[in-house]
Nanobody, 122 residues
Framework: QLQASGGGLVQAGGSLRLSCAASGRTASVYAMGWFRQAPGKEREFVAAIRWDGGSALYADSAKVRFAISRGSIRNTVYLQMNSLKAEDTAVYYC?????????????????WGQGTLVTVSS
């Protein structure tokens, strides 16, 4: 089970940090990622990270302004979002997969959280 939190309303240029806590069968999880879905658009990849911290992967839109990281305990991952723009407004979902290989495809993730809404006002 994945629980995402940290969303909210923020002005353009501001920052937010999203958190995702995994519980239950975490032993089978080797990588976690963040996706987002804006109103009227398809869900898209944002960033992913391996549990061992060996590597991270970002969408082009997130490379400069966002940072994904692991928590001090194995089952937590964060997404630090800076210089937020109106186009970052979306529901952000955390996801986990039972593979060490980072992937951007929705279909490659085995577990999904419920999503947290981020609204950026311009």
């Amino acid at each position: 089970q994945l629980q995402a939190s940290g969303g909210g309303l923020v002005q353009a240029g501001g920052s937010l940090r999203l958190s995702c806590a995994a519980s239950g069968r975490t032993a089978s999880v080797y990588a976690m990622g963040w996706f987002r879905q804006a109103p009227g658009k398809e869900r898209e990849f944002v960033a992913a990270i391996r549990w061992d911290g060996g590597s991270a992967l970002y969408a082009d839109s997130a490379k400069v302004r966002f940072a994904i990281s692991r928590g001090s305990i194995r089952n937590t991952v964060y997404l630090q979002m800076n210089s937020l723009k109106a186009e970052d407004t979306a529901v952000y979902y955390c996801a986990a997969r039972s593979s060490w290989v980072l992937n951007t495809a929705i279909s490659e993730y085995d577990y999904w959280g419920q999503g947290t809404l981020v609204t950026v006002s311009s």
